[in-house]
């Protein structure tokens, strides 16, 4: 009898161990852990606030923060949502999760990378790039434009994460809008019939052009720099940069509505919108682009206004991705 | 003092009965066995008294209390002090021969040195006190058999179940494995239940015999009234062997049997027909005898013969200690029998 | 009294832990618009919509469990019945596929068979195999069906080899006397632990059925992949629960089936004595076979997955990035692993015991029902848990908020198995061996603590090693419902793995590999030393 009831007792010695409220932030964070990580780590040490986190994986590996915060609305732990991307803040803002702050530091981010209301801040970016192999593809070969690649000559070349999910998704949102449903369709299908492989990820597109499965793949800056890094034979190209533009992605950060430690919640984002923290993201290896264009930066890393970005609201790209879902549905084939 | 009592016990097991409404009783420090064929229901019926399962329907008194009735366990089986010998006796292979023996001791809360001095006492008795720290696995049949004998009666129950005890073990360790059994049980005068189907242990242990069928008790009796007078055909040719000859009633107290009409009690029968029932060495090869036969088969068996003989068309099996050949005529005489009417 | 308490309340645990989040998302698939209805079931079974999708899940899940226990079976044959070189470091090795995350495993094999990959190269070249058409094998369903049955094979041959050793000689000697070595496997020994081997293809086959790994990583069109979509591009739950019943139909299909096939056979005749001897053979050719058999075994299942593991992690440096990163979760995953094992083999004997040595009605249909569990995907189950435990102002926020919730968890996910492990054991147990106990009027707390528990032993620790090697990969669910500060191993991989050096990645595999076994193999010790002073003389 007494050892079964120490079984049974045994675990709630565990569940005593409960948070100290009030000193302490929780964010969810669904830029990469590598990097985000130690930033928030240096937020703690300057604050003396407890930051407790949780990262994400990539979109495709697990169903991850977005359907938590979605499920954990009625009663939110989280104050703050890092977002690595811009569509999961804009939706989380439709579907009613996240507060309003505009906060102070924001200011001289350019006004396309905020949300009027204040629902969401954007900062650091990526961008939507062209990435080639170039044991297989010569410089002068290389693809410019995204539609270049339903060109014969790339057939069965071409890598795309699942555009159902993540950036991927975000993308044909914004080609949608920038070329309307007509034209961004018969491009999808075209896209289609010549082969395109359509992978688990941006990481598995950039495994399979870095070992040459395929010729070039459309993935994000940051896995394109990792490959770069890790010497693969690869390079990038913004495509488009005469046409419709490149998509850029900012990181965003959003505050949680009726999270427990608001007062933190604020700080925390304060902290994350400030030139700093610009800075260190884009010396790291993600290389992410400042949004603000006075910040000193390597060389590699383009700034902003180098790049022709595609003229799009990201609320509006969130709308049209809820829109457009059923078609990528059909077209990936799921 | 009556220290158990079943009455019209039945049980059920998948819609099938098991145990159909027997009864019966065990006077204080007797030995009662259940002896009947393998399927006959008295394993479970043992299992309902030590309370392991539930009857469907009637009653158990041990002590003259109440302990199971219709569907419900009225004294739990800590209560109902009861010892149990299994058939594949059970002993607990990760414990060794003290431990086993200890169990039931700690279970009743005795103390330490209390349970030392008992399980040397009950050790001493059947002679392993060396054994005490073996483990069972390590032990012979039959010293295993004793262990588990010496488990079941450590705590001095005031009913001593045993399930087919005997049945792995080989004939002559069982010979001396029984009169072990019977020793204790009369030493210690606990009552006993015992359930097998060899006939032998039961006529050597048994003060009483319940002889069963098909969920039924057939008859109870003593060891020879079971044996010489059994009230059923069952019986009959379940123990032991026997000579079963139809016969014709002629009238009061006579008879028409293949070899001619005698006298002999009819129970008021003055017609019909009946049977005859006699035991092989109840048959005597004899030169004055009145019926006349032909050996047709002969067996060894050690200190006898065991004849087949065919007789005024019929075939009867006698026992004799002289050996002759197959083939030979021969005169012989039923030096007792007894009509039944089954 | 105490027994029907006691079992009871366990089965209440794991219907409080279970079913409560998994009937909670059921029902809520079942409201749409404030109305009952059943739109989301309405497409699954009125329309062919997802027929297609069903019979690829069922394919995939039948040819991986084919694969499994061609591996498996013979795997599990050798390391029982006869001796070679290197037996038992096979036996330990053979361990490490059930630990590695199937993705991983996906991940090396197209990196292997891809059109750049060495041995799709070396094929290509030496046999009449197109690149192509290697390329296009590992990256179909067949290909996943062959990554998955590497992943599985260990809980074939583990059941097969201890259904083998629990095979009194006696029955096997008695054949060899009238017939050959063949004829005795194939007319005694085989038949004889079938109803093992068929218990260890429906587990292997229910795991395929419910894996997401690999087919996400290969692209695959089926249930798993479509329930992710619903969650991760639609944030549609209701849709994603919808789909899970499928998975939940074809799951207690498979265990009637089982029901069915084991109830025919009796298999209690097996290890009815502890004591008795299991038969090996020792003829030259079996032991050779033996030798070859699992030295390509270990070849393809081990050395070469991670020969592009470890050609990257040469450095020690990686190992200590690595470990700094995964510090946390080491302890973590450990400290979670270890509680949840030890709890999950509770409940395991319990509810094993309950659903294998009751005579109650209603014990097969509350061990279909414990079953049913194991075929919920992890996601479900994830939601499921935030929605019944993250109640407005933090009523249950000692359990969500801390590592219970985690545990919860655990136990929807692998009570099912524990509890079918410990029935497996159970089953072996004579009934007399606990009357026995009974009769001295012993409580049955007594007799589970001291007769049932120490004779079950080898259960106990079986349930506990699968138990923590399971907890311990566990991603789905706790990923979605794990409080702050408390990442498992498996989280920090996944989390760094986009974007982390890959040879930061290839160490962090490592690390888990030698976390499970390193726990595994001192508990193994612990529980040997401790029983080695009870059982055999």
Redesign the interface.
């Known amino acids: 009898m007494r050892y079964v009831i120490i079984i049974l007792f045994f675990p709630l010695l565990w569940f005593s161990k409960n948070c100290i409220a009030g000193t302490e932030v929780v964010v969810y964070s669904s830029e990469d852990k590598i990097f985000s990580e130690p930033i928030l780590q240096a937020f703690e040490e300057k604050t003396g606030i407890k930051v407790r986190a949780i990262f994400d994986t990539e979109e495709t590996k697990s169903t991850g923060l977005m359907n938590r915060l979605l499920a954990e609305k009625e009663n939110p732990q989280a104050d703050v949502f890092w977002s690595g991307d811009p569509i999961r803040p804009a939706l989380l803002k439709i579907k009613g999760v996240t507060a309003s702050y505009v906060s102070p530091v924001a200011s001289e981010i350019p006004k396309e990378y905020k949300d009027e209301e204040g629902h969401w801040t954007g900062f650091s970016a990526r961008a939507r790039v062209i990435l080639y192999n170039t044991d297989l593809v010569s410089t002068s070969e290389k693809p410019t434009s995204l539609f270049e690649l339903i060109d014969p000559k790339w057939k069965n070349q071409v890598a795309i994460a699942n555009p159902l999910f993540g950036t991927s998704a975000i993308h044909m949102a914004a080609l949608f809008i920038v070329l309307g449903d007509g034209e961004a369709k018969k491009f999808l299908n075209d896209l289609k019939l010549n082969g395109v492989k359509i992978v688990s990820s941006n990481g598995e597109v950039k495994r399979l052009v870095s070992r040459g499965e395929v010729k070039a793949g459309i993935t994000d800056t940051d896995d394109a720099n990792v490959a770069i890094r890790d010497n693969y034979p690869v390079k990038i190209v913004f495509p488009d940069n005469d046409g419709i533009g490149t998509l850029i992605m900012p990181n965003m950060v959003c505050l949680i509505k009726d999270s427990p430690n608001q007062e933190n919640g604020r700080k925390l984002i304060d902290y994350l919108l400030g030139s700093e923290v610009e800075k260190r993201l884009a010396w790291e290896m993600c290389a992410q682009m400042p949004l603000r264009y006075d910040i000193k930066k390597p060389a590699h890393v383009l700034s902003i206004n180098a790049i022709n970005g595609m003229k799009i609201d990201y609320n509006t790209v969130a709308k049209k991705l809820e829109e457009i879902n059923g078609f990528l549905k059909d077209w990936t084939g799921f | 003092m009556k220290s158990l009592q079943v009455k019209q016990l039945v049980k059920i097991f998948d819609k099938k009965e098991i145990v159909r409404g027997i009864s019966f009783d065990v006077e204080n420090g007797h030995l009662l066995t259940l002896l009947g064929p393998s399927g006959c229901g008295k394993t479970t019926t043992l ?1 309902i008294i ?3 399962e539930i009857p469907d329907c009637g009653e158990i008194y041990i002590d003259e209390k109440l302990a199971s009735r219709d569907k419900k366990i009225c004294i ?9 010998v ?3 006796l ?6 060794t021969v003290y431990e086993n023996i200890e ?2 001791l700690k ?2 809360g005795i103390r330490r040195d209390e349970r030392r001095k008992k399980i040397e006492e009950v050790l001493q008795s059947i002679n392993m006190q060396k054994y005490a720290r ?2 069972p ?2 032990l012979s049949g039959g010293q295993k058999q004793l262990v588990a004998i010496a ?2 009666i450590i ?1 001095r129950p005031r009913l001593l ?1 045993m399930d087919e005890p005997l049945s792995n073990i080989d004939v002559k360790l069982r010979q001396d494995i029984r009169r072990e059994i019977k020793r204790i049980q009369q030493e210690t005068n606990i009552t006993t239940l015992y359930v097998t189907h060899d006939q032998e242990d039961a006529f050597f242990l048994s003060d009483r015999i319940a002889v069963m069928n098909e969920g039924k008790v057939e008859q109870i009796g003593s060891p020879e009234e079971i044996y010489f007078s059994p009230e059923s055909l069952f019986v009959a040719q379940f123990v032991g062997e026997s000579n079963c000859i139809e016969v014709n009633i002629a009238g009061i107290n006579r008879i028409v049997t293949p070899w001619g009409e005698l006298s002999h009690p009819t129970d008021n029968h003055t017609k019909g027909t009946a049977k005859i029932f006699f035991r092989p060495h109840q048959v005597k090869i004899d030169q004055s005898g009145c019926c006349k036969g032909k050996l047709v088969k002969r067996d060894f068996m050690g200190e006898w013969y065991r004849y087949h003989v065919s007789s005024s068309g019929v075939e009867i099996v006698l026992y004799d200690e002289n050996s002759y050949n197959v083939g030979k005529h021969v005169k012989f005489s039923i030096k007792e029998m007894k009509l039944v009417s089954f | 009294m105490q027994k029907t308490v006691t079992l009871w309340s366990f089965l209440a645990l794991f219907f409080c832990a279970a079913f409560f989040p998994i009937a909670w998302m059921f029902g809520s698939s079942l409201y749409e618009g404030g109305s009952f209805s059943f739109v989301y079931y309405h497409d699954i079974f009125l329309t062919g919509k997802y027929a297609g999708i069903i019979l690829r899940s069922l394919i995939l899940a039948s040819v991986a469990t084919v694969f499994a226990t061609l591996m498996g079976v013979p795997a599990g044959f050798f390391l029982a019945k006869t001796d070679f070189f290197l037996k038992n470091f096979f036996k330990v090795c053979f361990f490490i596929p059930l630990i590695i995350p199937s993705y991983t495993i996906g991940i090396a094999w197209t990196n292997i068979l891809g059109k750049a990959g060495f041995l799709n190269q070396f094929l290509s070249h030496y046999f009449f195999l197109s690149p192509q058409s290697i390329y296009a094998f590992i990256y179909s369903i067949y290909g996943a069906a062959f990554i998955l049955s590497m992943n599985l094979f260990p809980l074939i041959m583990i059941m097969t080899e201890y259904a083998l050793k629990n095979i009194p000689s006696p029955l096997e000697e008695s054949g060899l006397v009238c017939g050959t070595f063949f004829q005795v496997m194939k007319g005694v020994t085989f038949p004889l632990i079938s109803p093992v081997i068929f218990s260890g293809m429906m587990i292997a086959f229910v795991f395929s059925l419910s894996e997401f790994g690999v087919p996400s990583l290969l692209q695959l069109n089926v249930l798993t992949t479509q329930i992710f979509t619903q969650f991760s591009a639609f944030y549609n739950e209701k849709a994603a629960t919808a789909l899970a019943f499928p998975l939940i139909i074809i799951t207690i299909v498979i265990f009637l089936l089982e029901q069915f096939k084991t109830r025919s056979k009796s298999f209690e005749i097996l290890g009815r004595s502890g004591s008795q001897v299991f038969m090996k053979y020792h003829f030259a050719w079996l032991r050779v076979s033996g030798l070859v058999f699992c030295t390509v075994l270990f070849l393809i299942t081990i050395i070469l997955p991670f020969c592009s593991l470890l050609i990257s992690v040469e450095a020690f440096k990686v190992y200590r990035d690595a470990f700094a990163l995964a510090k946390n979760g080491i302890v973590n995953s450990v400290v979670f692993g270890g509680i949840g094992a030890s709890i999950l083999t509770v409940v395991g004997f319990f509810l094993g015991y309950a659903t294998e040595k009751t005579r109650w009605k209603l014990k097969e249909g509350i061990s279909s029902f414990v079953w049913i569990f194991f075929a919920v995907p992890a996601t479900v189950a994830g939601i499921g848990l935030i929605k019944l435990w993250n109640r407005p102002h933090g009523a249950f926020q000692f359990i969500y908020g801390t590592i219970g919730i985690i545990l919860i968890g655990y136990i929807i996910r692998f009570a099912p198995l524990s509890s079918r492990i410990m029935a497996n054991f159970f089953r072996q147990m004579p009934q007399s061996i606990e009357d026995a106990g009974a009769v001295t009027g012993a409580s049955w707390f007594r007799i589970a603590g001291n007769i049932l528990a120490p004779l079950q032993k080898h259960g106990i620790v079986a349930t506990w090693i699968i138990s923590f090697i399971f907890c311990i990969g566990e991603l789905g669910a706790t990923i979605l419902v794990y409080p702050p500060g408390h990442e498992t191993l498996p989280i920090t991989l996944f989390t760094v793995m986009a974007n982390s050096p890959e040879n930061i990645v290839s160490a962090l595999t490592l690390l888990l590999i030698g976390m499970t076994l390193l726990p595994v193999g001192i508990f193994f010790l612990i529980s040997k030393y401790v029983f080695s002073q009870k059982i055999t003389p």
């Open positions: 299992r030590a309370g392991i739990s089986q800590k209560e109902r002090n009861i010892g149990m299994f058939q594949d059970a002993l607990w292979p990760h414990m169990f039931g279970t009743n073996a483990y696995q390590t488990r079941s705590t179940l």
